[in-house]
């Protein structure tokens, strides 16, 4: 899946997260964020935190890579 915009990274992180069978809640517990930040970061909210985000990633197993276009 290519993460072009912040509604990709969530819908990326949701549809993990739905793969994995884990809740929002149980999510935000392991990744030391808030349920209120897993639920924003899904819905694709721009202003997310980064380094909240990229822990979220790799809690659910996943890498962001860059490449160039």
């Not at 994995?20 to 639920?39: C, M, P, Y």
């Not at 990633?57 to 890498?63: E, F, K, T, V």
């Amino acid at each position: 899946m290519d993460i072009v915009d912040s509604k990709a990274l969530g819908e990326a992180v949701r549809l993990a997260r739905k793969r994995l069978k884990v809740t929002q809640k149980d999510l935000a517990l392991a990744s030391g964020t808030g349920l209120r930040f897993i639920i924003e970061l899904e819905k694709g909210k721009p202003t997310c935190h980064l380094g909240k985000a990229l822990g979220i990633l790799q809690a659910l197993g996943l890498r962001l890579k860059v490449v160039e276009s």
